[in-house]
Protein backbone atom coordinates (compact mmCIF):
# COMPACT_ATOMS: atom_id res chain seq x y z
CA UNK A 1 0.00 0.00 0.00
CA UNK A 2 1.76 3.42 -1.23
CA UNK A 3 2.25 6.00 1.78
CA UNK A 4 0.05 9.06 1.78
CA UNK A 5 2.33 11.96 2.43
CA UNK A 6 0.83 14.61 4.50
CA UNK A 7 1.63 18.16 4.23
CA UNK A 8 2.25 20.11 7.13
CA UNK A 9 0.20 23.09 7.65
CA UNK A 10 1.86 26.51 7.65
CA UNK A 11 2.66 27.81 10.75
CA UNK A 12 1.64 31.55 11.87
CA UNK A 13 4.52 32.84 12.03
CA UNK A 14 5.12 31.36 8.30
CA UNK A 15 1.90 33.04 6.60
CA UNK A 16 2.57 36.33 8.52
CA UNK A 17 6.08 36.29 7.28
CA UNK A 18 5.05 36.09 3.75
CA UNK A 19 2.38 38.29 4.13
CA UNK A 20 4.49 40.98 4.93
CA UNK A 21 6.72 40.01 2.07
CA UNK A 22 3.67 40.06 -0.31
CA UNK A 23 3.05 43.85 1.25
CA UNK A 24 6.18 44.92 1.14
CA UNK A 25 5.97 43.84 -2.38
CA UNK A 26 2.99 45.58 -3.18
CA UNK A 27 4.30 48.89 -1.86
CA UNK A 28 7.40 48.63 -3.58
CA UNK A 29 5.34 48.27 -6.69
CA UNK A 30 3.16 51.05 -5.84
CA UNK A 31 6.46 53.56 -5.47
CA UNK A 32 7.81 52.44 -8.73
CA UNK A 33 4.43 52.92 -10.42
CA UNK A 34 3.84 56.44 -8.19
CA UNK A 35 7.44 57.55 -9.37
CA UNK A 36 6.72 57.10 -12.62
CA UNK A 37 3.22 58.39 -13.76
CA UNK A 38 2.12 59.75 -10.45
CA UNK A 39 -1.22 59.48 -8.16
CA UNK A 40 -3.46 60.23 -10.83
CA UNK A 41 -2.49 57.59 -13.62
CA UNK A 42 -1.09 54.94 -11.19
CA UNK A 43 -3.95 52.40 -11.11
CA UNK A 44 -3.95 48.86 -9.82
CA UNK A 45 -3.15 46.49 -12.60
CA UNK A 46 0.13 48.20 -13.21
CA UNK A 47 0.41 48.02 -9.32
CA UNK A 48 -0.07 44.09 -9.07
CA UNK A 49 2.35 43.77 -12.59
CA UNK A 50 5.06 46.07 -11.03
CA UNK A 51 4.75 44.00 -7.70
CA UNK A 52 4.92 40.61 -9.82
CA UNK A 53 2.07 39.50 -7.41
CA UNK A 54 -1.47 38.40 -8.80
CA UNK A 55 -3.94 40.78 -8.94
CA UNK A 56 -5.98 39.09 -6.61
CA UNK A 57 -3.15 38.87 -4.29
CA UNK A 58 -3.42 43.11 -4.20
CA UNK A 59 -6.47 42.76 -3.53
CA UNK A 60 -6.54 40.22 -0.32
CA UNK A 61 -3.86 43.21 0.59
CA UNK A 62 -5.58 46.52 0.08
CA UNK A 63 -9.01 47.38 -1.05
CA UNK A 64 -8.59 50.29 -3.43
CA UNK A 65 -5.91 52.74 -4.45
CA UNK A 66 -6.82 55.22 -1.80
CA UNK A 67 -5.71 52.22 0.53
CA UNK A 68 -2.30 51.64 -0.85
CA UNK A 69 -2.00 55.36 -0.74
CA UNK A 70 -2.38 55.71 2.84
CA UNK A 71 -0.55 52.27 3.49
CA UNK A 72 2.45 53.68 1.74
CA UNK A 73 2.31 56.64 3.65
CA UNK A 74 2.39 55.14 6.84
CA UNK A 75 5.26 53.51 5.53
CA UNK A 76 7.16 56.27 4.58
CA UNK A 77 6.53 58.07 7.57
CA UNK A 78 8.05 54.95 9.71
CA UNK A 79 11.13 54.75 7.73
CA UNK A 80 11.82 58.34 7.60
CA UNK A 81 11.10 58.49 11.38
CA UNK A 82 13.85 55.55 11.96
CA UNK A 83 16.08 57.57 9.58
CA UNK A 84 15.51 60.62 11.84
CA UNK A 85 16.29 58.55 15.25
CA UNK A 86 19.37 56.87 13.67
CA UNK A 87 21.36 60.13 13.26
CA UNK A 88 23.42 61.82 15.76
CA UNK A 89 22.48 64.87 16.76
CA UNK A 90 19.86 67.93 15.33
CA UNK A 91 21.88 68.92 12.42
CA UNK A 92 22.05 65.26 10.93
CA UNK A 93 18.27 64.59 11.75
CA UNK A 94 17.54 68.16 8.93
CA UNK A 95 20.03 67.77 6.87
CA UNK A 96 19.62 63.55 6.37
CA UNK A 97 15.60 64.39 5.94
CA UNK A 98 16.22 67.08 3.83
CA UNK A 99 17.90 64.69 1.50
CA UNK A 100 15.83 61.99 1.51
CA UNK A 101 13.36 64.16 0.30
CA UNK A 102 15.23 65.74 -2.34
CA UNK A 103 15.99 61.98 -3.31
CA UNK A 104 12.45 60.80 -3.41
CA UNK A 105 11.18 59.78 -6.95
CA UNK A 106 7.62 59.65 -5.79
CA UNK A 107 7.64 63.05 -3.90
CA UNK A 108 9.33 64.74 -6.92
CA UNK A 109 6.98 63.10 -9.48
CA UNK A 110 4.01 63.85 -7.85
CA UNK A 111 5.19 67.60 -7.16
CA UNK A 112 5.55 67.50 -10.63
CA UNK A 113 2.67 66.10 -12.27
CA UNK A 114 0.37 66.99 -9.25
CA UNK A 115 1.69 69.88 -6.62
CA UNK A 116 -2.54 70.70 -5.10
CA UNK A 117 -1.81 67.02 -3.71
CA UNK A 118 1.33 68.63 -1.71
CA UNK A 119 -0.21 71.97 -1.22
CA UNK A 120 -3.22 70.03 0.32
CA UNK A 121 -0.44 68.23 2.57
CA UNK A 122 0.61 71.51 3.64
CA UNK A 123 -2.37 73.01 4.69
CA UNK A 124 -3.82 70.18 6.58
CA UNK A 125 -1.99 70.54 9.70
CA UNK A 126 -4.51 69.17 12.69
CA UNK A 127 -4.57 65.69 10.62
CA UNK A 128 -3.47 62.29 12.91
CA UNK A 129 -0.35 62.06 10.25
CA UNK A 130 0.29 65.63 10.72
CA UNK A 131 0.68 65.34 14.37
CA UNK A 132 2.63 61.82 14.40
CA UNK A 133 5.35 63.81 12.14
CA UNK A 134 5.14 66.58 13.86
CA UNK A 135 5.76 64.62 17.91
CA UNK A 136 8.40 62.33 16.26
CA UNK A 137 10.24 65.47 14.97
CA UNK A 138 10.02 67.23 18.29
CA UNK A 139 11.23 64.18 20.04
CA UNK A 140 14.20 63.68 17.52
CA UNK A 141 15.15 67.21 17.92
CA UNK A 142 14.13 67.54 21.72
CA UNK A 143 11.79 71.00 20.52
CA UNK A 144 8.41 72.54 20.91
CA UNK A 145 5.16 71.37 19.31
CA UNK A 146 5.68 75.60 17.50
CA UNK A 147 9.25 74.25 16.63
CA UNK A 148 8.10 71.09 15.54
CA UNK A 149 5.66 72.69 13.16
CA UNK A 150 8.63 74.64 11.88
CA UNK A 151 10.64 71.88 10.38
CA UNK A 152 7.96 70.00 9.15
CA UNK A 153 7.18 73.14 7.29
CA UNK A 154 10.28 73.78 6.45
CA UNK A 155 10.64 69.70 5.34
CA UNK A 156 7.74 70.05 3.04
CA UNK A 157 8.41 73.39 1.13
CA UNK A 158 11.30 71.34 -0.08
CA UNK A 159 8.76 69.40 -2.26
CA UNK A 160 8.05 72.94 -4.46
CA UNK A 161 11.57 74.27 -3.76
CA UNK A 162 14.15 71.75 -3.04
CA UNK A 163 17.16 72.61 -1.26
CA UNK A 164 20.12 71.56 -3.44
CA UNK A 165 23.28 69.47 -2.14
CA UNK A 166 25.38 72.61 -2.57
CA UNK A 167 23.30 74.72 -0.67
CA UNK A 168 21.58 71.89 2.24
CA UNK A 169 24.28 72.45 4.73
CA UNK A 170 23.75 76.24 4.94
CA UNK A 171 20.08 75.97 5.20
CA UNK A 172 20.02 73.22 7.73
CA UNK A 173 22.46 75.45 9.63
CA UNK A 174 19.87 78.51 9.53
CA UNK A 175 16.79 75.93 10.45
CA UNK A 176 18.93 74.24 13.57
CA UNK A 177 19.68 77.96 14.84
CA UNK A 178 16.12 79.07 14.83
CA UNK A 179 15.19 75.99 17.00
CA UNK A 180 17.65 77.37 19.85
CA UNK A 181 15.85 80.97 20.10
Given at each position: MPSISRTQPKSVNTVLVQSNRTRTALL????????????????M?????????ARATLYNHFRDKEEILHA????????M???AKS?????EVLFLLSRDIFDNGVLRKVAELEPHLIARMVTISESE????VRETLQSVLYCSRESGELVLRWL?????????????????EKVEASLSL
Open positions: DGARLVLSEVGVREANITIADRSRVLLDSEIARSELASNRSKWGQLSQFFSPVPESARRGAV
